[in-house]
């Protein structure tokens, strides 16, 4: 039972370097983004003049933040797995 609460609510967020709270912060920080963007989206297809990009535009933001923020974890855990190159 511990070790099932630990692998749904610990071990990720220890992973990426976080502690719970900072990584819940950062998940629903991303959450809500999704859902002003998807008001954004259902009122272009209402009307197709407004927020002509907005939607694909922020997309690509947060796909980057996420992949920085990914790349970042899987370098900690490489370093911490012994098998990081310093690039000597």
Known sequence: MSRTLNRLFSDHPREVGEGYFEHMGHAFSFGFKLLRL???AFAHGVV?????TTVSDEIKCMARDMGSRADEAR??????????????
């Open 75 to 88: 370098e900690c855990r490489m370093k911490d797995a012994g098998v990081w190159d310093p690039g000597l």
């Open 38 to 40: 998807s008001a954004c």
């Open 48 to 52: 197709p003049g407004v927020h002509k």
